[in-house]
């Protein structure tokens, strides 16, 4: 893919950030997610490739647009065949409630690379490029957080690990503290979470719980860019779920993922702009003078290079993304 091909995908995930910030506390989930969907596909429409879906908003009769197997860009002849995953609104219910954490998401890789997720429940772990390789999902916490010391040079007692606030981590957030490490809890938005794990700005060393599939693999291709490393297990509820990962080309739906299963190859791009204040970038910052500020990140996994795009939008000229 084209290195220019970034900045097209950051216009992306921006269309949809400023979408959906129109609703940023006012109670209204499904009115701020259908907002991103329409602004994110309207604006991939206008990008030179030929894409296929492979994690959207669900399957053809339950999500009008950006759908699994529907097809975005221009689609004309020559252009490169992409997969693509999409969360136009990681975090619905935070917008719903003005909080932080959530963010407009896009990866793309090559077609055939990325993992088609089904939407269920995932095991992960997530570490930096100094721990890369050198523990697996298997280990216990307390082994975890010896190494990740080791590996960022810090004391046991001030290494983070950032777990979603759930019940069903309760034995992982205990076993942390009775170590002597940092907790840090999140509500919502995992993708942004597991990223920051990999990013040296943050203080967080290591993400570990149970979240969704579709995000897990959003997540790989955006810490395969930061040169971090992440396993994955799948998690199936009942035989439905498991049958479904053997349709999808899995023949052991528990196996253990590595990062090169969730996403193949170094041909990935990963673009999110900060829909409210989170970890990994700030929100969109109404002005005045019907201005608006965004923040997105925009990586490649090909060339390890991370961008960082501040941009000042008019919004008299963004009617297309408000769809007014």
């Known amino acids: 893919m ?18 959906s910030a129109e609703w940023m506390g006012r109670g209204k989930k499904n009115e701020a997610d259908d907002a991103a969907t329409k602004a994110m596909r309207s604006m991939f429409e206008s990008i030179n490739m030929n894409g296929t879906v492979v994690i959207g ?84 916490v307390e082994k975890m957080i010896d190494v990740v010391a080791e590996a960022n040079f810090k004391r046991v007692e001030d290494v983070t690990v950032i777990i979603q606030e759930r019940e069903r981590h309760q034995a992982i957030i205990d ?17 942004g ?27 790989a ?9 992440m396993q994955a297990q799948l998690v199936p509820q009942n035989e439905e779920e498991r049958e479904r990962c053997c349709n999808m080309g899995l023949a052991d739906p528990e196996q253990i993922l590595l990062i090169d299963d969730l996403v193949k190859g170094n041909d990935a791009l990963f673009a999110a702009t900060g829909v409210s204040d989170g970890e990994l970038l700030p929100g969109v910052k109404i002005l005045g003078h019907n201005i608006a500020e965004t923040h997105s990140i925009v ?8 961008r960082f795009v501040r941009a000042m939008h008019d919004m008299e000229h963004k009617a297309i993304i408000l769809g007014k």
Do not use: W
């Open 57 to 140: 908003e669900g399957e053809l009769d339950e999500a009008p647009m950006l759908y699994i197997g529907e097809k975005l860009g221009t689609c004309a002849a020559n252009t490169p065949e992409v997969d693509i995953a999409v969360d136009p609104l990681e975090g619905t219910t935070i917008v719903s409630k003005g909080q932080n954490n959530a963010m407009a998401v896009v990866a793309i890789g090559k077609k055939g690379s990325l993992l088609h997720a089904p939407d269920m429940y995932m095991r992960k772990m997530v570490v930096g490029p100094a721990a890369a390789g050198k523990i697996q999902i298997d280990d216990s």
């Open 175 to 191: 076993a942390v503290l009775a170590k002597g490490a940092r907790v840090k809890l999140f509500g919502d938005g995992d993708v």
């Open 2 to 19: 084209d290195r220019d091909f970034t900045l097209e995908v950051v216009r992306v995930t921006e269309a949809a950030a400023l979408a």
């Open 193 to 219: 979470a597991a990223i920051a794990a990999c990013m040296p700005n943050t203080g967080i060393d290591l993400f570990v719980g149970i979240g969704g599939a579709p995000e897990g693999v959003i997540s």
């Open 221 to 229: 291709a955006a810490i395969k860019c930061l040169g971090g490393d």
């Open 299 to 306: 990586m490649r996994a090909r060339t390890k290079t991370i």
